[in-house]
């Protein structure tokens, strides 16, 4: 008793069901709705409305200390505070835990994300939903770790290492291992490896840098969902892995020693470049183009990051008006490309 309505959305979001039990003479004794929000949330169209209250009542800021909603914001409390990104999330949380919970809590968010990575790069074999595409991080990890030893030159070597990590965490997020939602499952490996890529390519990295790192990913993801969207249902993919990508450049240009000013402009690079991009997944599954798509999301803002560390921090364009671009161009994109699976590479592709 299934209707695929593919054509009407909901009102309250695009990737909704809506329930309806009838008794024997087809009265309507119950309908309920509801949302798929991304972030692997689902919730009652009650639960929406509470949702977007609560974010209303967050963003009034009565609570916190740096009660940022945008770029904009947050650059001005970092230059009158002479805190950094990660020192003002960091004040802010601590309103709600203390500073030893706060560690704790970022060491295992870290610790799910690396040990995600690790069973990734172990699994081989097909994965599951009918598209039988096959897991490739580990046959590519074992060439890795083979050159590594070998001492040859590879000048993508960084490239090719952030792509393994990201394909393993959403080989296993697609195989339905356990990711962490950074900032959604679709996008979860994109932030692993660049954290990743952080241990491997800096001496220099600490326990204390990935917590600046997830404390400055943070800030710059809760003004993209704020001001836009994370979602690939309401804003296509740009607001997935483009949001995920900008996080990941904000945190390595912060470990790396960025100003705020850098910070917000790898933020802005690694999402303007990803502007426009809608979520096609072919079948409906979060594997083609989804797994590859976080490996250039992962190389994506380690560039951005690595450009805006070579400049002072200005630049054209604000991350705020990037924000605003993205949730303008989602708001406009035909929602066949919002993970409805109805175009792009999802129509393209035979499935066999
Ligand atoms: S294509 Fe869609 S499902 Fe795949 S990662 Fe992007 S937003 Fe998520």
Redesign the pocket.
Known sequence: DLIFDKKVPLPGHANSMSFSAFDKDERLLVKRVYYSVGGGFVVTDTELDQMRADKKKASSGERIPFPFATAKQMLEMAERSGLSIAQMKRANEETRMSSEELDAGLDRIWAAMNSCIDRGLKVEGIMPGGLKVRRRARAIHDKLQEEWRSNRINPLLANDWLSVYAMAVNEENAAGGRVVTAP?N??AGVIPATIRYYQHFHEDWDQDGIRNYLLTAAAVGGIIKHNASIS?AEV??Q???GSAAAMAAAGLAAVMGATPEQIENAAEIALEHHLG?????VAGL?QV??IE??ALGAVKAVTAASLAIKGDGQHFVPLDACIETMRQTGYDMSEKYK?TSTGGLAVNVVEC
Do not use: L
């Open positions: 959604t679709g996008a690939g296509g993919c607001g997935e892995v991009m809608t979520c096609d997944p979060v183009p989804c798509r976080n993970e």
